[in-house]
């Protein structure tokens, strides 16, 4: 499986269990495993260098469990076979978000202007808070 120019995973690296599926199916619901979970070793890869499967695991980690595996479902479709699909694209889309390269955020001070609409606001809410005390008094 290419995933992005520089990475391939071998095919012999990602497991497919199938199981049931939940949702509308009717009859056929209880009697076919329909929902596809791809299961990728992220500690025992050899596809990705040491820098990527940090950053993979930074950024994935509410999909990888305690033994390091990337578990990836779907369960879209009442085919095994589209949700098998459906499955390795979104997985090749995780791992593509995970190793893209961020710009580094570029630091920018407020504008004047900006800094006086926020003192007028303060000044207005402030203004609308005392009449608010005041009118409190009378009653």
């Known amino acids: ?11 012999a690296e990602l497991e497919f269990v199938a199981s049931r599926s939940g949702g509308p199916g009717g009859q056929n619901v209880n009697k076919v495993s329909s929902r596809v979970t791809l299961r ?8 990705v260098s040491a820098e990527q499967r ?3 695991r930074r950024k994935l980690s509410s999909r990888i469990n305690k033994d390091g595996v990337l578990q990836v479902s779907s369960q879209r479709t009442r085919s095994q ?3 098998r699909e459906d499955v390795i694209q ?3 889309e ?3 978000m995970a190793l893209r390269e961020e710009k580094p955020r570029v630091e920018t001070k407020a504008t004047r202007s900006s ?8 000044r207005k809410r402030t203004e609308v808070k005392r009449t608010r005390a005041i009118k409190g008094w009378d009653e």
Request: hydrophobic share 45%; proline share 3%.
């Open 1 to 11: 499986m290419i995933v992005m120019a520089g990475l391939e995973i071998p095919d």
């Open 90 to 92: 979104r997985f090749g």
């Open 81 to 83: 076979d589209l949700n």
């Open 94 to 96: 995780l791992l593509r």
């Open 40 to 47: 990728f070793d992220l500690e025992r890869t050899t596809a």
């Open 54 to 56: 940090a950053r993979i």
């Open 115 to 122: 800094k006086e609409e926020r003192l007028r606001e303060k």
